[in-house]
């Protein structure tokens, strides 16, 4: 099973330009838009064993710009169906 | 073209992120389908944030955040997850009983036969105080309430208590000790308006994260808006301080008295204020005065404060100014930090000594509020009065009108409430240690995994001696794999009643799917329980509603006075905040204030009126610094605290049922500072073994580099590698909360 996840960045004041280059930097991760100043709206496609829980831990723990990730969607792909 | 289920999933989780930047949490519905969506809590904290239920083929598939509740729409990732728990493989669906050393599976007459046959023997053979209930603050006001009113009024014990004992009995007993009345006076709107935030052992970034994003929401669209936190650990909570004060675990007493001294000495006290609402005490009395207060405090200038505490006095100084700035709202808030402490209680009355002497208190902004764990702890076990000195709302047992009134209210013989207060949580399992408490009756928690030293309470629990019945939405836990009897309880969204949150705000919680198997809500069992005990009559209620309307002539008149939330108003709004005495009247957002609060009179010539105490006054308590009972020596020489993560919660039942967060931390690991593990000669990812005077246990490192030196974090969520086997049992005197959050180690190469 392969996870699709949406979810939205909260990052201190200013800085989601900067937090939204980097995120699109990492594997499977595409950002969809934001406010322009402190919130972005990404989508995270992870191949088996991939775990939302575990990427937002990832990302909280290397960017002391971000805030929050607040998931809104978690979905799963079935293998046969991709 | 052809759409994959893939391209599918990932339009729908744009579509639900992007509309999230607007509203978030709402898309999921349009994401997934046809569902019909009922009104409800989520099942984890004590923030209480509104959702809806989406219910596909009679299965919980999906939640999405109520955008009309106090959360905004906004949800943390396990609440998000809660459809996951709820068809998880562990879910507990039939009755157990231990034969010859094992479960086996029986029926619910024979089980139910059992265990009213066992606690009626025991109650007749060594009296009422043989038998006892554990509780918890994730169960529904109603089945708290049946539970409480049958074991008080019906077996006539008060060995009634439950797990918020363990997580906010400090925060009741300070709130009782200065204001006369528990419960916070202000709510979640103060964030909104607060200029200086006091987060003091509090990581809520991880325990209340939705919480925490309107605190850094509020920071950055205020203006000048401070945040200090105070924690021996840099959390993530830090990362939006703008003044973190790290300390010596177990100082922070002698930090809250340098900040009040800067506030006198500095002038920043608001004389007035004081004049007028405040008395001063020391012990249990409220008979010093301002010039013992300025006396004792004489002993706690900064760099004196600093000195104990291991911090910097420049820092106390400025976490005292900003706190106290003139015009400038300022809100503390606070959680396992101060109350998981020997001097849990003390440690609250000098949070709310701040406020008390600087007068802000019930302004907009101004107030402090101690968070909550459980979704219920508040509404179901604090207010209900489930814990072993109290009876319902605000009635104490110790008190002879108050049992009188109870009396009269339940309709049973007066004497019938025994005098004596029962045993609280570690108290009660030491009675079971002893032999003394022969049957105990567990809901919805898991003290075998739970409770502080928890080896010497496992032994208890599973002794030949005692008998004990865990009703479970889950098994194995680590305590119904200790139980005699395991009854299959229905789990949240398969049941109905009403959970009261960290602001007085009560909910309601509707029933949207069946539960699975044979498990039943917990209402339904005690009722039966108290049917086959022979008390049917005091507890008649055939559906939570008919309880919940004797919930609220039990609450009328009192300072609780929510009589006029009646259960199709619960079903309407999105959360009610008590005192609501009356049908029409709109809930009370800031407690004391006139105007807000309908229990201060229109005509009250203050603002304010503290009316839970003598004279109207609130009381600033004398306290002096204390250490732990435990600190570092020789054999012992790092520090213990333990805590969460913002991935799991409590002992992880539900949380490990989750595929997304089973992956993630569900192992407890040994949080040490780079120079401890050098020292120690480890790296990350070694094993090391702590112990402590009571017990061992196994983790791998992982190295905080923010960390304090000399202090090592274990989080409580591992079903395996239990940090309460190390923990101390220890308890405050007054509110008989342990002290999970400071221990003696030693740290060894596993």
Request: proline letters at 6%.
């Amino acid at each position: 099973m392969s996870l699709v996840a949406g979810f939205v960045v909260e990052t201190l004041p200013g800085a989601a330009e900067r937090v939204a280059a980097r995120l699109s930097r990492l594997p499977g991760i595409s950002v969809e838009g934001g406010d322009g100043n402190r919130r972005l709206a990404a989508v995270w496609t992870a191949g088996r064993g991939g775990s939302m829980a575990e990427l937002a831990e990832q990302l909280l723990a290397s960017d002391p710009d971000l805030l929050g990730i607040y998931p809104t969607f978690v979905g799963n792909g079935a293998d046969e169906e991709e | 073209m052809k759409v994959t289920r893939r391209d599918f999933l990932r339009t729908s989780a744009a579509a639900s992120a992007l509309a999230a930047l607007g509203s978030p949490c709402r898309a999921l519905a349009e994401a997934t389908g046809p569902v019909t969506w009922t009104k409800s809590v989520c099942r984890y904290c004590g923030t209480g944030c509104g959702l809806y239920v989406g219910v596909k083929n009679g299965k919980v598939t999906a939640v999405q955040g109520d955008g009309d509740n106090h959360n905004a729409g906004f949800l943390c990732l396990k609440g998000l997850l809660l459809p996951e728990i709820m068809a998880a493989p562990d879910r507990h669906l039939h009755p157990l009983v231990r034969r010859n050393g094992k479960l086996v599976r029986v029926s619910w007459e024979e089980a139910m036969g059992l265990v009213a046959s066992r606690f009626k023997e025991a109650a007749e053979k060594f009296g009422p105080d043989a038998v006892g209930f554990y509780g918890s603050g994730q169960a529904l006001t109603e089945e708290s309430y049946v539970a409480n009113k049958l074991f008080r009024a019906g077996l006539r014990t008060n060995n009634v208590d439950g797990n918020p004992r363990l997580c906010m009995a400090s925060a009741a007993a300070g709130y009782l000790s200065t204001y006369g009345k528990d419960e916070p006076m202000g709510c979640y709107e103060d964030i909104d308006h607060a200029d200086v935030f006091l987060i003091v052992g509090a990581n809520m970034a991880e325990a209340h994260p939705v919480l925490f994003r309107r605190v850094a929401r509020r920071r950055e669209q205020g203006k000048g808006v401070k945040v200090i936190v105070l924690d021996p650990r840099r959390t993530p909570t830090s990362r939006i301080a703008d003044l973190h004060l790290s300390f010596t675990p177990g100082t922070d007493l002698a930090i809250l008295n340098a900040m009040a001294h800067v506030l006198l000495a500095e002038g920043m006290a608001d004389e007035e204020f004081v004049r007028a609402h405040v008395a001063f005490g020391e012990g249990t009395e409220a008979n010093k005065s301002l010039d013992d207060y300025r006396k004792l405090l004489a002993d706690y200038a900064p760099a004196r404060a600093a000195e104990i505490a291991g911090c910097r006095a420049e820092d106390i100084v400025t976490a005292a100014r900003w706190f106290g700035e003139q015009g400038r709202a300022a809100m503390s808030m606070w959680t396992q930090g101060l109350n998981q402490r020997t001097r849990g209680v003390w440690a609250n009355n000098l949070v709310h000594n701040l406020h008390l002497l600087t007068g802000k208190i019930g302004l907009p902004g101004s107030t402090p509020f101690s968070l909550t764990g459980q979704p219920n702890a508040c509404g179901g076990v604090r207010d209900g009065g489930a814990l072993a000195h109290l009876l319902p709302y605000g009635r104490l047992v110790a008190n002879e009108k108050h049992r009188e009134e109870m009396e009269r209210l339940w309709g049973v013989p007066a004497g019938t409430l025994a005098p004596k207060p029962g045993l609280a949580a570690v108290d009660l399992f030491r009675s079971l240690e002893e032999g003394k408490l022969k049957c105990l009756y567990v809901m919805c928690t898991n003290p075998g995994q739970s409770l502080p030293n928890v080896d010497r309470y496992r032994k208890a629990m599973a002794g030949d001696g005692s008998f004990l019945v865990v009703s479970e939405a889950f098994h194995p836990t680590r305590t119904s794999e200790l139980a005699d009897v395991v009854l299959p309880a229905a789990l949240w969204a398969e049941k109905e009643g009403v959970y009261g949150c960290a602001e007085r705000r009560y909910q309601l919680l509707q029933k949207a799917v069946e539960p699975p198997g044979e498990a039943r809500p917990d209402f339904d069992i005690l009722c039966e329980l108290a049917g086959r005990l022979g008390h049917g009559k005091l507890i008649p209620f055939k559906t939570p509603e008919e309880a919940w309307n004797e919930i609220l002539r039990v609450a009328k008149g009192t300072p609780y006075d929510f009589s006029g939330m009646t259960r199709e108003r619960l079903r309407q709004a999105h959360g009610l905040l008590w005192p609501l005495p009356a049908a029409g009247h709109p809930g009370t957002r800031r407690r004391y204030v006139r105007g807000e609060d309908p229990l201060v009179p229109a005509a009250h010539p203050q603002r304010i009126q503290f009316y839970g105490r003598p004279g109207a006054r609130a009381v600033v308590w004398l306290r002096p610094q204390k250490s732990p009972e435990e600190v570092p020596d020789a054999v012992y020489p790092l520090y213990l605290t333990t805590g969460r993560v913002i991935e799991h919660w409590h002992t992880g039942t539900m949380t490990r049922n989750c595929r997304e967060l089973r992956h993630a931390r569900a192992e407890a690991t040994a949080e040490m500072h780079p120079q401890d593990a050098a020292r120690l000669g480890v790296e990350g990812g070694d094993p090391v073994r702590i112990t402590s005077r009571r017990g061992q246990e196994t983790f791998r490192v992982s190295l905080a580099e923010g960390g304090r030196p000399g202090v090592v974090f274990v989080h409580m969520h591992d079903d395996r590698r239990l940090c309460n086997r190390i923990t101390i049992d220890a308890v405050d005197p007054v509110s008989r909360q342990p002290e999970y959050k400071i221990c003696a180690v030693k740290v060894e190469k596993a």
